[in-house]
């Protein structure tokens, strides 16, 4: 059953993040429940779990999940103001894991199992791998939706994306250090990254430039390391 969760999850991460261009979003916030978007992204998430799973006889499981991440989309669009965005996102993913979660352990509690097989262990890998990606890019940049980065960083040259770029490598780099054991690793990655942006900031003399680039780089590390030890301790179970 952990193995099915997985399959579910990862589902969700790939439609939610990956097979969701930001146009269908902007549409979606536009036109809300009227948006034909809604109803493709919807469609998407149930292919994907249809597709992932590869077994109909969790049909009504997947078509349960769909309905609800319908309603939970089709409220969040209905319910959230420019102001909520933030929070309504984080609310969002949060009711359509539990709605995962819930849902497959009511419909087959009798088969739960917490018990990581190896095949488990792999897709709990790329789960945790692809998350550092570009759904917690995503994630900072609704975080960082607060402020007006734009404007501290307009007079700041440098290559398009790169920031993001960076962003996931390192994040990519602290999940192997810690996942094979070598938290030294992670603390020169810190400084290395330091001392390249020491020079910026202090030619900046920008201290809202500054706070941003810290605020950052702890939540890109805090999120990355948060990751490894789920991982860690999933593993645990094989």
Known sequence: MTLLLLKLILAHLIGDFFLQPEYWVKDKEKKKLKSVWLYVHVAVHLSLMFIIVWDVSYTPLILGISLLHLIIDGLKLTLHRK??????????????????????????????????????????????????TKP????????????????????????????????ILE??????????????????????????????????????????ILIGTLISFGIAILTSLLYLNLIHYV
Do not use: P
């Not at 979660?101 to 709990?124: E, K, M, Q």
């Not at 917690?136 to 440098?158: C, G």
């Open 83 to 132: 102001k909520t965005k933030r929070l309504f996102f984080f609310i969002d993913q949060l009711l359509h894991i539990i709605s995962i979660v819930g849902l497959t352990y009511i419909l087959y509690s009798d088969h739960f199992d917490t018990t990581l097989t190896l095949d488990a262990n792999l897709l709990a890998l790329i789960i945790c791998v692809s998350f550092l």
């Open 136 to 167: 917690t890019s995503i994630v900072m940049k609704i975080i960082f939706s607060k402020w007006n980065i734009s404007k501290l960083t307009k007079d700041n040259e440098s290559l398009k994306d790169a920031g993001n770029y960076i962003g």
């Open 171 to 212: 994040r990519l780099l602290v999940f192997i250090f810690i996942v094979t054991g070598h938290w030294e690793a992670v603390g020169f990655l810190i400084t290395a990254k330091s001392v390249f942006r020491f020079g910026d900031l202090t030619a900046s003399k920008e201290r809202k430039l500054t706070e941003y």
